[in-house]
């Protein structure tokens, strides 16, 4: 969760310490080539990883060809009951790095393209979600709006909105906020930090939120069965987790079925952002 090059510091300071930096502007990579990277590749430096409150540390990898930042998270609090802003109250809370990892697998299942690659790797002596630091971030959603920055392409932007949304209702994301709404320089945006995920609710937080879903990501959503879940997240969430999450699907598909055809379309290409 902080952010890009050192000729943008100053600027993303203002904007979203909470992504990481590249050392070393890569070639396109493949998600398994950089859960490689992020597995294997020598740890040259530590730091902080700025804003956040999950005490997140920022590192730089090598692997003798490529560099790269990545964001290493170990938390993992469980709490019978916590006390949140505005005088809320949770019971069995969770606040763990494993969410990350499940968040990107799922992801990719679905094809969203929204969140950035994280893996499972030991780090001083625990366990930790090693997250590929984010290139070309031009601003967090907070700084757009402070800023009035408009989107060049409404529509696309939309689009990734919509799909953003349709997620955080899916995992049951408590922890959705402007600063980890990511926007890279091509307009793409990229969903951050899903720590806070996989609450316990069966039924949807939002559905007043979900207005529109692209054709194939629903039906992508109607194949999903817990067959096909448990293998893929099982390191890291519970069969309760899995079942809550389809009961949560079966609503959200429910939802788009019953809004009808004109709450579909055909999304761009989701490597492109909102840059036609």
């Not at 050392?23 to 294997?40: C, G, H, K, W």
């Not at 320089?185 to 969903?191: E, L, Q, S, T």
Request: glycine share 6%; proline share 3%.
């Amino acid at each position: 969760m902080a952010l890009h090059r050192v000729a943008f510091l100053l600027a993303v300071s203002l904007v979203c310490a909470d992504v990481a930096v590249s050392t070393q502007q890569p070639a396109a990579l493949s998600d398994q080539q950089i859960e490689d990277f992020l597995r294997t590749a020598r740890i040259v430096r530590t730091r902080s990883a700025g804003k956040g409150v999950t005490g997140s540390t920022r590192a730089t990898l090598s692997d003798g060809t490529l560099t790269h930042d990545a964001q290493i998270q170990t938390v993992d609090e469980r709490k019978s009951e916590f006390h949140g802003g505005n005088r809320q109250v949770e019971f069995n809370f969770r606040d763990s790095w494993e969410f990350n990892i499940a968040v990107y697998k799922i992801d990719r299942m679905l094809d969203l393209q929204l969140v950035p690659v994280s893996v499972q790797r030991v780090w001083n002596g625990t366990r930790a979600a090693f997250t590929w630091w984010l290139d070309d971030i031009k601003m967090d959603e907070e700084d757009r709006l402070k800023r009035k920055v408009a989107p060049p392409n409404p529509a696309c932007w939309f689009e990734q909105i919509r799909l953003m949304r349709v997620l955080d209702q899916l995992i049951d994301n408590s922890d959705r906020n402007l600063g980890n709404v990511l926007i890279a320089g091509n307009w793409r945006i990229w969903a951050i930090d899903h720590t806070r995920a996989f609450r316990y609710s069966k039924t949807l937080r939002k559905p007043g939120d979900l207005t529109g879903i692209d054709r194939q990501v629903l039906a992508r959503l109607e194949a999903l069965d817990f067959e096909t879940l448990k293998p893929v997240l099982q390191d890291h969430i519970t069969d309760a987790d899995i079942r809550n999450l389809l009961s949560r699907r079966d609503a959200i598909v429910a939802h788009f079925r019953k809004l009808g055809d004109g709450a579909l379309y055909d999304r761009h290409d989701p490597s492109l952002g909102c840059v036609k």
